[in-house]
């Protein structure tokens, strides 16, 4: 078996939390460090639902994306949502281990799932951070280059859809053809002209506002906004991939309760 405190390390080794945002408050954030792991749940998100699958899973670990306390807490009762899912976990006796803007920015990470889920080949790093303590290069954003035929922003946008299972997309077609791509999963449409001066004809990422449609339309670029949930999800298998390899005496196991929050009408 392997502790909570070990599986947190071997995480630390792959996606270092030392690179997180200043904003961010990725890490152990949650439970005892020496507890046996015998079963851990990987999500996206620790929602009210995730933590109560964790409990009746008998799961001693959650390894999400998002952090399960992102603010700092005043207080922890039943009487709010936070207070109400740290409760579930903490007397179901569940750790919590989150790895945010360090997992969107490494190799192998967010970033290149998402570059993955859509086909890009020749995958580069849209924007360079730094280099981890081995030496390896991080950063927000990847771009590559569209396979195949090129396709315009509605057919592009469609496929985008599809391949992310996405309940729905907005986008700006520029009338120019899909040959070379920037992605950016989560909120990253402040990257919008850095994507631009690679040389790149679209951009796909999420939670875009609508100033970000209007420069997409007035610098020519296609803009996909494919959902927060959409562009991040695809993390998910990639981590529990890393943690099985990992830890193979520990059964990992990705929720099947966490959808996306919302629909289109």
């Keep these: 078996m392997a ?20 904003f961010d408050n ?6 005892r460090g020496d507890r046996q792991v015998k079963k851990l749940l990987v999500a996206l998100d620790i929602t009210q639902e995730v933590a109560e699958e964790a409990v009746e899973l008998g799961a001693e ?14 207080s922890v009762t039943d009487g709010d949502p936070d207070g109400r899912i740290l409760l579930t976990l903490i007397e179901g006796g569940v750790a919590a281990i989150c790895a945010h803007t360090n997992l969107d920015a490494v190799t192998g990470g967010v970033n290149d799932a ?27 954003g990847r771009v590559g280059a569209v396979a195949g035929a090129p396709k315009y922003a509605p057919e592009f ?9 996405a309940n729905g997309v907005r986008y700006v077609d520029a009338r120019r053809p899909v040959r070379r791509v920037a992605v950016g999963g989560g909120a990253c449409a402040d990257m919008l002209r850095e994507a631009l001066a ?5 951009f796909v990422t999420a939670d875009v506002k609508y100033n970000g449609f209007l420069d997409a339309r007035a610098l020519g670029v296609n803009l996909i906004d494919a959902g927060h949930y959409p562009t991040e999800q695809v993390v998910v298998p990639v981590l529990a991939k890393w943690l099985s390899a990992g830890f193979p005496q520990v059964e990992v196991v990705e929720t099947d309760r966490h959808k996306e929050a919302f629909l289109y009408g």
């Design 3 to 22: 502790t909570v405190r070990e599986i947190y390390q071997y995480l630390d080794g792959l996606a270092p939390f030392s690179l997180q945002m200043d």
């Design 157 to 165: 946008a469609a496929f985008v859809k599809e391949a992310l299972g």
């Design 114 to 140: 998402l570059a993955q889920a859509l086909g890009l080949t020749q995958i580069e790093q849209l924007h360079q951070d730094g280099v981890d303590p081995a030496g390896r290069p991080y950063g927000i």
């Design 26 to 31: 990725a890490g152990f954030l949650v439970g």
């Design 61 to 74: 670990l959650i390894v999400s994306h998002h952090p399960v306390i992102f603010h700092p807490a005043k």
């Design 198 to 202: 690679l040389g790149c004809d679209t």
